[in-house]
């Protein structure tokens, strides 16, 4: 366990997956998110990079589904937005996991 202080829970997710992803999607005010949980997490700098924990914060699991430049939906799909303690985001990946990226248990 990485002795460290998190923030508090990131109560306002959803809103803060909305905001980020907004300027990023084609159609964002046709998009559906779901933020489906929070986690506790670290992530660390890759090996050639020394390994040392790099970021500490909130790994908050969510879905977009958002229409295309064809005007269809692509299908719910996942992303892990990291937020920083303060709850700024520090930055997403697409996908529910990331070799670098670790739960607190």
Known sequence: NIATDYG????????TTKEHFD??????????YRVQSC?????NDGLIYGGVVSWT????YVTINAKNSYGGFTGAKPYTLMLNADGSVWKHIEGHS????????
């Open 39 to 43: 986690v506790k997490a670290y992530a």
């Open 8 to 15: 508090p829970y990131p109560t306002a997710a959803l809103d």
């Open 23 to 32: 300027s990023l999607l084609k159609d964002p005010d046709s998009a559906k």
């Open 57 to 60: 914060g909130w790994a908050c």
């Open 98 to 105: 990331h070799v670098l990226l670790k739960q607190v248990r």
